[in-house]
């Protein structure tokens, strides 16, 4: 249980850096921000999965492939544009308030699984995880800037929080559930997806731009790209390939109304990025937000060892 507790973290931390990509990158549409880093995901998985291709194939069922697919939409390529979008369009202030209820929504998506501990023991944790997403989101309120978003405008941005929420909530479960029991290890199961993703992301984005559609012509200088590029390339080997295989590493260990819990810490380094990144302490609120969330999560992870005879 503690590995894969450290698998989580681990898969938190280089979350925390790839979702901040949308704030840095305005100017580029979320179908840009999402195919470039999926391809780019599905290049480098393809070129790890090389040596043991024939291997793979083999092992390979036609409802592997099928499940495959529908782990690229719900946890990349859609949730990912949707996460953008939300970003970009309601704020994030907005956007945050509604899919940080993910640790919430993936416990009680698996709270009938049977390694589950009963909703009734978990309560006080999650509600101290609740209580710590509820002093992040006042906080980002709090502090947030007035803006001039207009009123359709964020109304689809918070449209498009509430489906990022239900993509990764299904996502989770699923793929936690196919762990349990699959052929392939967390590695060999990041790669296949990492290609299925890259496949399906260059084919939208081929037929994006010969359909010439809205956000797939941008006009930027040559850092803007460069820059475009270079967030996109580490999003794809650290927020996608490495983050993803801690996460199946962590899964496969742990039960849903755990692991579910343990998305926070994706919350919790990107809060830490940006004390860093700005240069100054937590406020209080922010620290007792912290505080908050690793309670629950610390008390939650209690909860599932072992109790004694």
């Not at 100017?27 to 195919?35: G, R």
């Not at 479960?173 to 029991?181: E, F, I, P, Q, V």
């Not at 996460?247 to 849903?256: D, E, M, V």
Request: net charge positive; proline share 4%.
């Amino acid at each position: 249980m503690k590995r894969g507790i450290a698998y989580a973290a681990l898969a938190g931390a280089v979350w925390g850096l790839a979702i901040v990509v949308p704030s840095l990158l305005p100017e580029f549409s979320p179908l840009m921000l999402s195919c470039a880093r999926f391809s780019l995901y599905g290049a480098f998985s393809l070129l790890l999965a090389a040596p043991q291709a024939r291997e793979l194939l083999q092992r390979l069922t036609w409802n592997d492939a099928a499940l495959l697919v529908k782990l690229a939409l719900t946890g990349n390529l859609i949730y990912f544009m949707l996460l953008a979008s939300a970003i970009q369009w309601a704020g994030v202030a907005s956007t945050a308030l509604i899919v940080g209820l993910l640790p919430l929504t993936i416990t009680l998506a698996g709270r009938g699984d049977a390694d589950a501990l009963p909703l009734r023991r978990l309560r006080w944790p999650l509600l101290l995880v609740f209580a710590g997403i509820c002093c992040i989101n006042l906080d980002t309120l709090l502090t947030a800037q007035s803006d001039s978003l207009e009123l359709g405008q964020r109304a689809l941005g918070l449209l498009c929080a509430f489906g990022a929420l239900l993509c990764w909530t299904w996502f989770a479960t699923d793929n936690a559930r196919y762990l349990k029991g699959s052929r392939f290890n967390s590695s060999q199961w990041s790669t296949l997806w990492g290609i299925t993703t890259g496949l399906m992301s260059a084919l939208v984005w081929l037929l994006a731009d010969g359909l010439a559609l809205p956000g797939t012509q941008v006009e930027a200088g040559e850092q803007r790209w460069m820059l475009f590029w270079g967030l996109s390339l580490s999003s794809a080997v650290l927020g996608s390939w490495f983050g993803n295989r801690m996460w199946n590493a962590s899964t496969r260990r742990l039960p849903l109304t755990l692991s579910g819990q343990l998305i926070v810490f994706e919350t919790l380094f990107a809060l830490l990025y940006g004390f860093i990144s700005l240069k100054h302490l937590p406020s209080l609120l922010q620290s007792s937000a912290a505080l908050l969330l690793l309670a629950g999560v610390l008390w939650a992870a209690r909860r599932h060892l072992p109790q004694p005879h």
